[in-house]
C-alpha cells in the first residue's frame, strides 16, 4: 500500500512537473543531453531492436534516439499522462509506442524488448521500488538484452563544490526569478542527495543480471550501470 500510494504521489507530482522539467533541462546548457547520448551510446542498438525507454518523461532520450541511433520501434513508458502527451506531441507516432503505466508492472511483454535505458529516473524512486524497476527490466529484456541506467549523482571532494553551487544555489534562486516551485524547492538537489549514486543497487543488479558494468562521469556527477541478460 505504501509503494501504491507513493506512485501515485509520483503521478501527481510529474504531472504538475511537466510543466517546469523543459525549463530545466534548457538550464544544464546541454549538459543533460550530453549525457544521454553518452549513456544511449552504450547500447549501440542495432537497425531491427525494440528500445524501451523507461520513465522517458517529455521524450528526451526518444528525440536522441530518432536522431542519431537505428531502431525498429521505441517504447516511451512513464507513470506522467502530460509527460506522454509532451513526448508524442514533440516526436510524433511513427515507430514509437507511449504507454502511460507504473514502470514497476508494465503491460510490456516478458523477454520482448532488445534494450532498455533510463535517464534521471531512479533518483525518485525509493529503494524498494529502484528493486522492483531492475526486476521488471530484466523481465522485458530478450535472452542477451542489454541495458543502461544514467543517474545524477552527489560526487565527493573538489567537485562537489560545484555541484552545490548549481542545485542548491543556482538552480532554486533561477526558480524563484521565474515562479517555478519545483525548481525554487530544490527538489533536484535533496532527490539527488537522498539518492547518493547507483552503488547502492549495485548488489540487486548483480543478484539478475550476469554482467554488470558501474560507470561514473564528471567527478562522479554522473553514476550509471549498464549489463545484459544471459
Do not use: H
Not at 517546469?20 to 547500447?43: D, H, P
Not at 525509493?126 to 541495458?147: A, C, D, H, M
Not at 535533496?190 to 549514486?197: A, H, L, P
Request: charged share 20%; proline share 3%.
Amino acid at each position: 500500500m505504501i509503494l501504491l500510494n507513493n506512485i501515485r504521489n509520483q503521478r501527481r507530482f510529474f504531472d504538475l512537473f511537466s510543466e517546469s522539467y523543459g525549463f530545466i533541462e534548457f538550464l544544464t546548457f546541454g549538459f543533460a543531453n550530453r549525457i544521454r547520448k553518452r549513456s544511449l551510446t552504450i547500447l549501440n542498438p542495432l537497425r531491427n531492436d525494440i528500445i524501451c525507454d523507461l520513465m522517458c518523461g517529455s521524450g528526451q532520450n526518444i528525440g536522441i534516439l530518432r536522431k542519431y541511433f537505428r531502431y525498429e520501434k521505441i517504447i516511451g513508458l512513464d507513470v506522467s499522462s502530460r509527460m506522454i502527451g509532451r513526448a508524442r506531441d514533440r516526436f510524433g507516432n511513427e515507430n514509437i509506442l507511449y504507454i502511460t503505466e507504473n514502470v514497476l508492472a508494465s503491460s510490456v511483454p516478458s523477454n520482448y524488448c532488445d534494450a532498455v535505458c533510463c535517464t534521471f529516473g531512479l533518483k525518485s524512486l525509493l529503494p524498494e521500488q529502484r528493486n522492483l524497476l531492475i526486476s521488471e527490466v530484466y523481465r522485458i529484456l530478450k535472452p542477451s538484452g542489454t541495458f543502461v541506467f544514467t543517474e545524477l549523482s552527489k560526487p565527493a571532494g573538489f567537485v562537489y563544490i560545484f555541484w552545490k553551487f548549481y542545485f542548491v544555489y543556482f538552480l532554486p534562486l533561477i526558480g524563484k526569478l521565474f515562479s517555478y516551485p519545483f525548481v525554487k524547492n530544490k527538489y533536484l538537489a535533496n532527490s539527488i542527495s537522498t539518492f547518493n549514486n547507483i552503488l547502492s543497487d549495485e548488489p540487486y543488479f548483480r543478484s539478475l543480471f550476469s554482467r554488470v558494468n558501474l560507470f561514473s562521469w564528471y567527478g562522479g556527477i554522473v553514476t550509471g550501470v549498464f549489463g545484459q541478460k544471459f
